[in-house]
Structure formats: C-alpha cells, structure tokens
C-alpha cells in the first residue's frame, strides 16, 4: 500500500514564504510524474506545479515566478517552495502522482490525469 503524506502548511502573512514537502512511500517513486494541486472552499482542484520523471517542471500562471517544485528521489519526497505569497493562494495543498506507464504528458496540471492523491495540507495566507 503506498501512502502520499503532505506536511508544513500553516497560516503565513501576505509576502511571506512557506515549503510543503509530500512524501510517496515504496519503491517507485522515481518513476512517477508528481504534481501539487490545491483546492479553495466550494472550488475544484486546480493545477499548481507538475514535475515529471526527468525533472522536468510545469506551472501554472498564476504561481510562476514565485513557486518552485522540486523532488529528492533519494528521500521519496517532493517540494513545493512558495515565496511572495497571496491572499488568493489560501486552499488546501494536495500532492498527486501517477506512474510513468500510465501518464502520456508527464507535466500536465490536469487532476483527471493522476490517480493517487494525498490528503493535503492547509495554506493559510493573511492580508
């Protein structure tokens, strides 16, 4: 059974920083195309930041410039940096991920596109 734990949200003022990490345990982990994703009250999940097997990154409009994805396959374990932040990115932060095999676009911000989801973590932004 492979589990998918985000950590380190928490409620941070406008400008301030904070970095989520999201662990995906077994062996596998290298293999897979990783996104973050997050989802507001009464809100779908949107597509934040995508990193596919390669190291390759995708992200969307709204966060480039000021949110870094990044993974350490020797830890199992994917990053979100996220500096400047806003009030418009208060939601709950979730990590997604989908094997290799499976994925025709690895870096696609899409959530149909990824089976295996975290429970997320808050991000709290204060104006």
């Known amino acids: 059974q492979v589990t998918v734990v985000e950590s380190w949200g928490g409620l941070v003022g406008a400008g301030g920083s904070l970095e989520l990490s999201c662990v995906i345990s077994g062996d596998f982990f290298s293999t897979y195309h990783i996104g973050w994703f997050r989802q507001a009250p009464g809100k779908g999940r949107e597509g934040v930041a995508g990193i596919g097997e390669g190291g390759n990154e995708n992200y969307a409009d709204s966060v480039k410039g000021r949110f870094t994805i990044s993974r350490d396959n020797s830890k199992n374990t994917l990053y979100l940096q996220m500096n400047r932040l806003k009030p418009e990115d208060t939601a709950r932060y979730l990590c997604?991920?989908?094997?290799?095999?499976?994925?025709?676009?690895?870096?696609?911000?899409?959530?149909?596109?990824?089976?295996?989801w975290g429970q997320g973590t808050q991000v709290t932004v204060s104006s």
């Open positions: 997604a991920y989908e094997s290799r095999y499976y994925m025709a676009y690895g870096l696609s911000l899409e959530a149909a596109d990824r089976r295996f």
